[in-house]
């Protein structure tokens, strides 16, 4: 039985997203007014983002759009990362840690390093009256509300949005961004919004398709590039977590280094086309591979020989970097309809006992909530 009967479910959040990303968009200006602000008159040549599972995975879909508006490095840590290689921000830096429950102990050593080395320590969370108050000089809520199932849908898609329009914000600030093309991007969201509910449509659709095999998943890659590299990240942590298979994302060279290599008949494998430079590259593996494996799935707008076609919304957004916003529905759904069928919501006895041991979260997360 699925432990999250009575209570809402991973699709009840996923069905939220287009309402919660056209209400961030609405309020931009105040999601993102005190981050602009802790910057003031300063120059800012970096940003640092520190976060962990699907925060750190919506990170690294909202990078490329953000390095691409504000035209400088945006670097990526786990909180590990971080405090153990010490990486302390630079002059010219703005650094954000991000903790959805804002309760996780990682994050919350990452608010205390800083702190310790005088820096400003930012928190972006969901919730105000976390943990991650009492250890951050800056709290900022990003705008998603709760989520109180651990499989992180909405809140990973919504912290993608909020890092992009924070990246408009701060280009804004900066005066990198003119009047015509913040129409333009304001335009594309309110595309990419629809296209996140048309994509819900085709994942019902492409499920009912590949019914069989996406109830038959063993070892998955996810393979992308780009900005959907951070989608097939999110892709293998769903797929990991909640059908409870091996599950590995790769960039799309990367796969072609030694991955390709142990891919047999059984192997199932995603390929995510970025719209973009890594388009053709993406393709072409997504049909070599095709010739060695049947359960290869393409998630783009051309046809691929031998794979199984997922088209994305024809409805979306000129700029191909905020893919994110509208494919990564197709990802959640099929981990929650395909664990939802195979009943796999419970973990091993085993793994249940070895997780109340690891104190990912303080003592304040009553609920199921995410990192």
Not at 75 to 86: D, I, L, Q, R
Not at 153 to 175: Q, R
Not at 211 to 240: D, M, P
Request: charged share 20%; net charge negative.
């Amino acid at each position: 039985m699925n432990k999250h009967e009575n209570k809402l479910t991973m699709f009840d959040y996923i069905q939220e997203e287009p309402i919660c990303l056209r209400r961030q968009l609405e309020h931009a200006s105040e999601l993102y007014k005190p981050l602009i602000e802790s910057v003031g008159k300063a120059e800012v040549d970096q940003v640092i983002i520190i976060a962990s599972g699907s925060s750190s995975n919506a990170a690294l879909c909202a990078r490329p759009f953000m390095q691409k508006i504000l035209n400088m490095n945006i670097a990526v840590y786990t909180p590990g990362e971080f405090v153990v290689e010490n990486y302390m921000p630079k002059e010219r830096t703005l650094c954000m840690v991000v903790s959805q429950s804002g309760c996780s102990t990682n994050a919350i050593s990452a608010l205390d390093l800083l702190r310790e080395h005088k820096q400003l320590a930012v928190g972006v969370t969901s919730d105000l009256e976390s943990d991650f108050r009492m250890h951050a000089d800056l709290l900022v809520d990003y705008g998603c509300g709760r989520e109180s199932v651990g499989y992180v849908t909405k809140g990973m898609t919504c912290l993608v949005m909020f890092l992009m329009l924070v990246a408009v914000g701060l280009a804004k600030h900066l005066g990198r961004v003119d009047l015509i093309y913040e129409r333009a991007l304001q335009h594309d969201f309110e595309l990419a919004i629809k296209a996140n509910s048309l994509m819900l449509q085709i994942a019902k659709s492409s499920y009912e398709v590949n019914r069989r095999a996406f109830t038959n998943l063993g070892v998955t890659y996810c393979v992308g590039f780009g900005q959907t590299l951070g989608i097939c990240h999110e892709a293998a942590l769903k797929l990991g977590e909640t059908i409870k298979i091996p599950a590995l994302a790769y960039e799309c060279d990367e796969y072609a280094h030694g991955p390709n290599l142990q891919v047999t008949p059984a192997y199932s494998i995603f390929f995510v086309d970025d719209l973009g430079r890594g388009s053709i590259r993406t393709r072409n593996l997504c049909r070599i591979s095709a010739s060695v494996s049947d359960q290869c799935f393409y998630l783009g707008e051309a046809t691929v020989v031998g794979a199984h076609m997922i088209a994305i919304p024809g409805l979306r957004p000129a700029e191909t970097l905020m893919s994110p916003l509208y494919e990564l529905p197709f990802f959640q759904y099929l981990a929650w309809h395909a664990t939802e069928e195979l009943g796999h919501w419970e973990e091993h006895p085993l793994m249940r006992e070895a997780d109340q041991r690891m104190n990912t979260k303080t003592s304040a997360n009553k609920e199921i909530i995410p990192l």
